[in-house]
């Protein structure tokens, strides 16, 4: 997903890591690729690392460095293209290699530069000479492991970690992040503090000590003045989070249409993209909200267009014909968000989203299923559609009408498993949907189960997690994006704060210094201390690594830095970084998102799913 670079969460972002740095230093990287092959040439990209790329630089810059034409690797390649040479940016899968092996020996005479994405292995290697030819081309590595989004959003650009990670058992993923997240130390210096949850959250922490070790070869260690330190948070630590319908207008976007490479493609066949002001001021509202912000910019953008009337002389008039592209180019954008908006409306207008909503701030609040409710469960199982369109999967144009998807089902299905135990109803509504969707996801409920996303019975301690972190809180400020409920990561964000408004004094009457400060304040204050009763009860480790000394400057400048790395292992959704952006508004301090992916509940199930 590539987004807008403002960030209507950071205000003025004059302190602090300036994390669009990135996005020059991959561009550079990959410009210096180019100019390897002199002339004209083609670019054949993989089409999973199209979108991060398209974050990274634009066609214009391409051009300027001999880039003639375009091509997506299984669309065929270069194919008859009049250019000299030709460089292929793809990932390091078995059958994406052989596809550039065959493109190479079908286009002899020509210079080919593959770069592997997000590093060399050994494997592709020996993929590429039983193909016939490693000799014929320049194999290099392309380090697209860090890729910002926004000024306060980086994709660490590994899609399905979760369930590589609980399903298969890949753990390659691990030193894949550690790596971008050491390209991040290597610019703003060492995190002094690794904190987080989760068992692979422990295992990143390890791996990126070990990768200082080997790089820092002993030398002095250089604290960051920039973050106080990287929050690690597995996603199997929460999973129901992802699992919910995420309530925001970019959220409610990825759960109608699907984002794909910025963009959602409407009912209608149009793609919008996803960037500039307009989206920027919505795309974290509350879907209730977003009526009103829409009418305040409408309102902002009829005032410009009538300055035009107060201006007389030839200064003032060449001001505003100087705005006048701009201003035209945000009514365009308006009137996209507008159309947009309306289609989400008549889809959460609908009585089946409703029910839906219903469901599931039921099953998180701990409540019993009523018979509406388990009709409305059994009705989206019994008329579940295996080729119904899944927004966040399949990115084509569709129209918002009610899910009748294979995901939209499990979702409530993992949710009810996580949340209730019914033994009885869960054993009956697995059968259905093998009934509905095919014997074949007998093999989808396994996976889902393996993973920790259908259990047999709901995960202990959770009811009093919840309780005691106040997961459900109706007026809470970042409960908006999930209608209440708090995301789990932005409760540990406060904990780790202090902040008073999930933390009673009695948390910390044994810490030193004593009580959470008051007033506003953010980072990471005083640890897991005091929480570990509660903490046990979420699964996996619990993190708290000092990685520079703990002397007197180290403290300094940790206590002064202005950002905190709250990395996501496993993805997070959009809804989740609104909220966390809301954190960053109420503590006064930067938290920056730095993610494996961002999708939604369908994208963290669908590499679960067995597709025939």
């Known amino acids: ?166 399903a298969d058992g890949d753990f390659g993923s691990i030193a894949s992040v550690a790596r971008g997240l050491m390209r991040i130390q290597g610019l703003w210096g060492v995190f002094p503090r690794l904190v987080g949850k989760g068992d692979y959250a422990l295992a990143l922490a390890q791996t990126l000590q070990r990768m200082r070790g080997e790089v820092g070869g002993g030398g002095a260690l250089v604290a960051s003045q920039a973050f106080d330190a990287a929050v690690l948070i597995d996603r199997a630590a929460d999973v129901t989070t992802p699992l919910l319908t995420q309530l925001t207008y970019e959220g409610l976007l990825s759960e109608t249409f699907g984002i794909s490479d910025g963009a959602v493609a409407a009912g209608d066949g149009r793609r919008v993209g996803l960037s500039g002001d307009v989206y920027a001021a919505v795309r974290d509202a509350s879907f209730e909200d977003v009526g009103g912000v829409l009418g305040a910019l409408s309102r902002q953008l009829q005032r410009s267009y009538e300055s035009r009337h107060a201006a007389t002389t030839v200064q003032e008039i060449r001001s505003f014909v100087g705005r006048l592209g701009g201003l035209q180019t945000e009514h365009q954008a308006l009137k996209a968000h507008v159309a947009l908006a309306e289609a989400l409306l008549r889809r959460t207008q609908a009585d089946d989203f409703g029910a839906l909503l219903d469901v599931e701030q039921t099953l998180v609040a701990g409540g019993a299923l009523r018979g509406a409710q388990r009709a409305y469960i059994e009705r989206v199982l019994a008329l579940g559609d295996p080729h119904a369109h899944v927004p966040g999967v399949d990115a084509s144009a569709h129209d918002a009408s009610a899910p009748r998807s294979l995901h939209a089902a499990l979702r409530v299905l993992c949710l009810c498993a996580l949340w209730r135990g ?60 999930y209608a209440g ?128």
């Open 485 to 612: 409920y708090v995301p789990l990561a932005v409760r540990l964000l406060q904990v780790l704060a202090q902040d008073p408004a999930v933390s009673p004094a009695s948390r910390y009457a044994l810490l030193r210094p004593k009580a959470p400060a008051a007033g506003p304040g953010g980072g990471v204050r005083g640890g897991w201390a005091g929480w570990e009763d509660v903490l046990a009860q979420i699964p996996g480790a619990l993190v708290d690594i000092a990685q520079v000394p703990a002397d007197a400057d180290a403290r300094r400048l940790g206590a002064a830095a202005p950002a905190t790395l709250v990395v996501f292992l496993g993805g997070c959704t959009s809804a989740e970084i609104a909220a966390v952006r809301r954190l960053s508004q109420l503590h006064a301090h930067r938290y920056i998102v730095a993610t494996t992916e961002v999708l939604n509940g369908n994208a963290l199930i669908d590499p679960l799913v067995q597709h025939r």
């Open 1 to 166: 997903m590539a987004g807008s670079d403002s960030s209507a969460a950071e205000g003025a972002d004059s302190s602090g890591p300036q994390i669009l740095q990135l996005k020059e230093i991959l561009r550079n990287e990959l410009i210096a690729i180019l100019d390897t092959i002199r002339g004209a040439k083609a670019l054949v990209l993989d089409r999973d690392v199209s979108a991060a790329l398209s974050a990274v630089v634009d066609f214009a810059v391409l051009r300027e460095h001999g880039v003639a034409k375009m091509y997506v690797l299984d669309a065929g390649g270069a194919g008859e293209a009049e250019v000299q040479g030709v460089v292929y940016v793809v990932q390091t899968q078995v059958r994406k290699l052989r596809a550039v092996a065959a493109q190479v020996r079908a286009q002899g005479g020509r210079e080919h530069s593959v770069q592997l994405v997000p590093r060399r292995t050994l494997l592709a290697e020996r993929v590429l000479e039983e193909e016939g030819v490693l000799g014929s081309v320049a194999l290099g590595e392309f380090r697209l492991d860090a890729v910002p989004l926004a000024s306060d959003v980086v994709s660490l650009e590994q899609p399905g970690m979760f369930a590589a990670l609980y």
């Open 422 to 481: 019914d033994a009885k109803a869960l054993d009956a509504w697995r059968d259905e949907v093998v009934a509905a969707f095919g014997h074949h996801h007998a093999a989808t409920l396994r996976s889902l189960e393996r993973a920790g996303l259908l259990p047999r019975q709901p995960p202990p301690g959770g009811a009093a997690v919840r309780r005691a972190l106040n997961l459900v809180a109706e007026g809470d400020d970042v409960g908006f994006a």
